[in-house]
């Protein structure tokens, strides 16, 4: 895969995770700071299913390098936004450095159950 082609995919990809973030909010408007810590955990849990799902099927173009760079690279990186995650951290913490340091270990450790929960669902095996 050419370099050009690899920066197509995530670009793309990242340039529909940005929209879907964009319309999610405002279909469902929010606190900023919720609103990002609710898209990073979903985030993380649709990571988690693509690369659980993508362990145990193949063949799907999902599957290949080329969908996990779009979707997983490009898709879910753009939907998802911890740079203002940390920024969100950052001026919560300066006038309440507990509650910040509460809202960013809440986020983590969300956002870790929720990709573990996505690999295992995305890594089960189908009973038909």
Request: glycine share 14%; net charge positive; hydrophobic share 50%.
């Amino acid at each position: 895969m050419t370099a050009v082609r690899t920066s197509a995919l995530v670009f793309c990809g990242g340039l529909a995770g940005v929209f879907l973030r964009w319309s999610l909010i405002q279909v469902f408007p929010m606190s900023g700071s919720w609103a990002v810590y609710l898209i990073n955990a979903f985030g993380s849990f649709l990571l988690g299913c693509l690369y659980g799902y993508s362990e145990r099927y193949t063949g799907a173009w999902l599957t290949t390098a080329e969908g996990r760079l779009f979707f997983g690279t490009g898709l879910l990186g753009g939907f998802t936004t911890y740079s203002t995650f940390a920024v969100d951290v950052v001026q919560i913490g300066e006038t309440a450095p507990i509650a910040g340091l509460i809202f960013a270990s809440s986020q983590l450790i969300l956002g870790a159950g929720l990709a573990l929960c996505g690999l295992w669902l995305g890594n089960r095996r189908r009973h038909v």
